[in-house]
């Protein structure tokens, strides 16, 4: 991590943000679901719509077709040009 600090301006004052550990990874993947745009880029295309679908969170991956789930994926997005993006 950056040992640059992180502001927050509120009420016109600068406030600054620390980090803070997640209780659980549940509570973080619930947020990266919920808003997606914190992801670095937000797409693929690189055309400022940064806009993803959450397909899925915790997608499980076989290592053959009809096998058994082997791998997860944490979320599963399609940006705006249908492009996969894996949060693994």
């Excluded at 880029?41 to 397909?55: E, F, K, Y």
Aim: hydrophobic share 40%; proline share 7%.
């Amino acid at each position: 991590m950056s040992d640059q600090p992180i502001y927050f301006i509120r009420s016109g004052e600068g406030v600054v943000l620390h980090p803070t550990p997640y209780k659980t990874e549940d509570v973080f993947q619930e947020l990266l679901a919920r808003y997606p745009e914190v992801l670095a880029g937000g797409n693929t295309a690189g055309d400022g719509n940064s806009q993803l679908l959450l397909v899925q969170r915790e997608m499980k991956i076989p290592t053959e077709y009809g096998g058994s789930a082997v791998f997860s994926l944490d979320h599963l997005f399609l940006d705006a040009q249908a492009i996969p993006v894996i949060v693994g």
